[in-house]
């Protein structure tokens, strides 16, 4: 069955550096997001990305925060200069039609972010 | 705004009972969706059901059935003779016409005790 994969499974990084998070959504896919739940709590959406563009975006997807779809099978999540804060599991998700009408998001295992 | 309450925060039953979490929203759309994950300790988000608002007709899936009430914005999931393998936490989501994102209640864990 087909699904989604994201690397690493954890990452642990220094306050100020940058993190590139990966993400391989299903093959058939076209619409791909990130979110992300802080331990403990609610998952929380970030940004929905279609066509090469970001088509949605939360509060919490400031600019320090991009995404990208490097070639025909990667989709990146970038923290520019990670903060305490941005500790948290990050999970990718895609679905062949955009939003939720008619199709599931199918989500990825999640990468875990530390941030010392 | 959107928002789900999931008033729940931590339940616990003897392996066998069964449970019902409880979930309740708040939307002004009247097109919406509502879901239900599952999220082991593994770590992933396992979807478990979509239903979308204009069908009020309750699902029942094996051992998991969802009673879905627009009377009182509630969409309840109860797990009949609860297994171990059934210990996680539940999220409840929405998400309505237009947009892409689904917006998560925080989660009831789940213990099913041996």
């Known amino acids: 069955e087909p699904e989604v994969t994201q690397t690493p499974s954890h990452q642990v990084t220094q306050m100020g550096q940058e993190v590139i998070l990966r993400c391989v959504p299903i093959?058939?896919?076209?619409?791909f997001y990130w979110y992300r739940q802080i331990l403990g709590q609610k998952v929380e959406f970030l940004v929905s990305?279609?066509?090469?563009?970001?088509?949605?975006k939360s509060e919490i997807f400031d600019d320090q925060f991009s995404v990208e779809r490097p070639d025909g099978s990667n989709f990146t999540l970038k923290i520019r200069s990670t903060k305490l804060e941005d500790s948290a599991m990050y999970f990718c998700?895609?679905?062949?039609?955009?939003?939720?009408?008619?199709?599931?998001?199918?989500f990825g295992p999640g990468t875990r972010l530390t941030v010392l | 705004a959107q928002k789900v309450t999931q008033a729940q925060t931590e339940i616990s039953v003897v392996e066998k009972e069964d449970v019902t979490l409880d979930c309740v929203y708040e939307?002004?759309?009247?097109?919406?969706?509502l879901f239900w994950y599952k999220q082991p300790p593994s770590g992933e988000l396992v979807f478990l059901i979509r239903?979308?608002?204009?069908?009020?007709q309750n699902e029942i899936s094996g051992r998991y059935s969802w009673n879905f009430q627009k009377s009182t914005s509630s969409f309840n999931f109860t797990i009949t003779a609860s297994q171990v393998v059934d210990s996680a936490v539940y999220f409840c989501?929405?998400?309505?016409?237009?947009?892409?994102?689904?917006?998560f209640g925080t989660g009831t864990r789940l213990t099913v005790i041996p």
């Open positions: 998700a895609s679905s062949e039609l955009p939003g939720v009408r008619d199709n599931e998001q199918f």
């Open positions: 093959s058939n896919h076209l619409y």
């Open positions: 990305f279609y066509n090469n563009e970001i088509s949605e």
């Open positions: 939307t002004r759309d009247t097109t919406y969706y």
């Open positions: 239903r979308n608002s204009f069908d009020e």
């Open positions: 989501a929405l998400s309505v016409t237009g947009a892409n994102n689904l917006f």
